[in-house]
């Protein structure tokens, strides 16, 4: 039989469309370079010019400054006053806190519906809970935002008697709720792609529904559980509008939690219009985007290569 | 066929819409005020077109310094290093008051409290008074609320009742005066600032020099008058004198048709004589 032989312009046609196909496909990884570099371009003046490091140097920013005579050195953000101040330590303390409070709230409740309704609901009420859950995701992020500035605040106000009204609970119960989604779906998928013959082994020992899903199912599909909060984490700390609406935006450092809060993402959101382009400010701002923009990135990646080997070893393609 | 000839046309609607319009941006005091202006300035001007948008004082200014609109609303003056910064831009600020307002002090209905001095305020926000006890009402620690760092109505209190003092660091801040009056309104303990044209559901504190001066609730006549302490011009900066649509557009709001408009909106129109003055003929 004759080898089958390309004729040489389909093969030139084909090259072509992979080639094309292949650039579509770098083009995203080449944006994501390019925000990065944009992004960090305008915060180098921080690094490299005596005039904006006078006023705001890695230094600054990360230690306790004394910014008048005769006060203790203090860490404190007020960019905009006779003798700016830029510490980022209230800043990380905000966004930390408000994500914390996210995730005790949030993880619980994905990963129980998850177990719920990849272990024990019935087929139909399945089919329906799933895509509610997912409905979650849907809700801007500015719409629970409002929810939580005009209901939320007051509701857990009246409950628990808080001295402030926005404070991290409330910004992180509303973070909460955009994070379930993700959580949820990533963990349900992670326990149904369980192999059947792990369930079907166990109950040949005699284990009884209870005993499969939390003795068999769940650890094996753990990595892809913890992979899910991961992913839930880090859009908790990069979320913006609902810290910037329900928590209070004031840059305190306290312990507690029932205090308000001011994240990195608010503090982007609600300073970046009026900077003066190339002011020291701004270049703070962006360092700040920088930051952010690092830390997702790898929390999200992290999270994504756990994921994928899970699947490989779930799939049978890796021990 | 279809398809070209309405991306055609949805190309030349927005070069149309592009081509005479006046831009306004800045301070979210006067933001309801520049939209109302605008409303009945192009009901009178047919070919008029007005865009109002509000974001803080800042950021108006930081536009008009970048050039990206061509009125900047403000609720205060531009500091050296703004006016600094212009003319590195070449820009060349021009300042006109277009009318009055004062600072209202809000508190929550609840609250008994009916007057402050200006350097019991000036303690509350910067954290030296940090109880309701210590001014004379139930042992409660101050919730504050104020503006974002961007906005003029921030800076000015700053400026003007704190003596450039840094704001308490426990102060909330939130967007603009409607949300902090929202928010006064739902907290029993809290105290407030903002634009005197932003307060319903909430009282006013009236507000006193210093202790032997008597206690003035801001008013069209407290404020016209200059009794209230806390009261300013509000401005509009162009970028250098104004010509053709822009100064007609200025001398409209000057004029006593604009003033009216805006006293029917609870601001404060200027004084009769300070508005002819600042009409360019």
Redesign the interface.
Same mark, same amino acid.
């Given at each position: 039989m004759q080898p089958y032989v390309f004729k040489p312009k389909s093969r030139i046609r084909d090259f072509i469309i992979e080639k094309f196909i292949a650039v579509n496909a770098f083009t995203a990884l080449i944006v994501i370079l390019l925000i990065f570099i944009f992004i960090f371009k305008e915060s180098i003046p921080i690094f490299t010019s005596p005039d904006v490091q006078s006023e705001a140097s890695l230094d600054k920013m990360i230690f306790k400054q004394q910014y008048y005579e005769g006060r203790d050195p203090k860490w404190s953000w007020q960019p905009n006053s006779d003798v700016p101040k830029y510490s980022l330590l209230p800043l990380f303390l905000g966004t930390l806190k408000a994500a914390i409070v996210a995730m005790l709230f949030s993880v619980p409740l994905a990963v129980g519906a998850a177990i719920y309704t990849s272990e024990f609901a019935p087929r139909r009420l399945r089919e329906i809970i799933k895509p509610v859950i997912e409905l979650l995701a849907g809700i801007p992020s500015v719409v629970l935002g409002f929810f939580a500035l005009i209901v939320l605040a007051s509701i857990l106000q009246t409950a628990f008697g808080f001295t402030y009204r926005l404070n991290s609970i409330n910004a992180g119960i509303a973070l909460g709720l955009a994070v379930i989604p993700i959580i949820f779906t990533i963990s349900e998928d992670a326990m149904t792609s369980v192999p059947q013959s792990l369930r079907e082994a166990a109950m040949a020992l005699g284990a009884n529904p209870w005993q499969i899903s939390f003795t068999m199912v769940l650890p094996a599909a753990l990595p892809g559980i913890a992979a899910g909060i991961v992913l839930g984490f880090g859009r908790a700390i990069g979320e913006t509008m609902i810290v910037l609406m329900a928590s209070g935006n004031a840059a305190i450092i306290s312990g507690g939690f029932t205090e308000s809060i001011r994240t990195l993402s608010a503090t982007i959101a609600a300073e970046l219009a009026e900077v003066v382009f190339g002011s020291a400010h701004y270049n703070v701002l962006f360092f700040l985007g920088t930051l952010l923009f690092v830390f997702t990135f790898f929390v999200n990646l992290g999270g994504e290569l756990v994921l994928s080997r899970l699947k490989d070893r779930l799939q049978g393609r890796q021990k | 066929m279809k398809k070209a000839l309405v991306a055609i046309l949805f190309m030349a609607s927005a070069g149309i819409a592009t081509a005479a319009n006046i831009t306004v941006k800045g301070s979210d005091t006067l933001v309801r005020l520049g939209q109302r202006w605008a409303e009945a300035y192009m009901k009178a001007h047919p070919d008029a077109v007005i865009q109002v948008s509000g #974001? #803080?004082t #800042? +950021?108006g &200014?930081?536009a008009l &310094?970048?050039g990206t609109t061509d009125i900047c609303e403000a609720s205060r003056d531009m500091k050296a290093k @703004?006016y600094a $910064?212009a003319k590195a831009k070449g820009v060349n600020p021009y300042r006109v008051a277009v009318a009055l307002d004062g600072i209202a002090i809000f508190s929550n209905e609840a609250n008994p409290l009916k007057e402050l001095t200006l350097e019991q305020l000036k303690g509350i926000y910067t954290g030296l008074i940090t109880d309701w006890k210590e001014i004379g009402g139930e042992p409660h %620690?101050i &919730?504050l609320y104020g503006r @974002?760092?961007?906005s003029g109505t /921030?800076?000015y209190f700053?400026e003007h009742v704190l003596a @450039?003092e $840094? /704001?308490a @660091?426990? +102060?909330? +801040?939130?967007?603009g005066t409607a949300a902090v009056v929202?928010?006064v309104a739902? $907290?029993k /303990? %809290?105290i407030g600032y903002g634009g005197i044209a932003w307060g319903t559901g909430v009282k006013y504190i009236a507000v006193k020099k210093d202790a032997q001066s008597p206690a003035v609730l801001p008013s069209m006549e407290t404020i016209t008058g200059g009794t209230y302490p806390i009261s300013r011009e509000l401005y509009w900066f162009f970028n250098g004198e104004p010509t053709g649509q822009l100064r007609a557009l200025m001398n409209w709001v000057l004029a006593p048709e604009g003033q009216k408009v805006a006293e029917s909106v609870d601001y404060i129109p200027l004084p009769k004589d300070v508005a002819e003055k600042n009409i360019l003929k």
């Open positions: - | #974001g #803080g #800042g +950021t &200014i930081a &310094i970048n @703004e $910064d %620690s &919730i @974002e760092n961007n /921030y800076a700053k @450039e $840094d /704001y @660091e426990n +102060t909330q +801040t939130l967007p929202n928010a739902k $907290d /303990y %809290s």
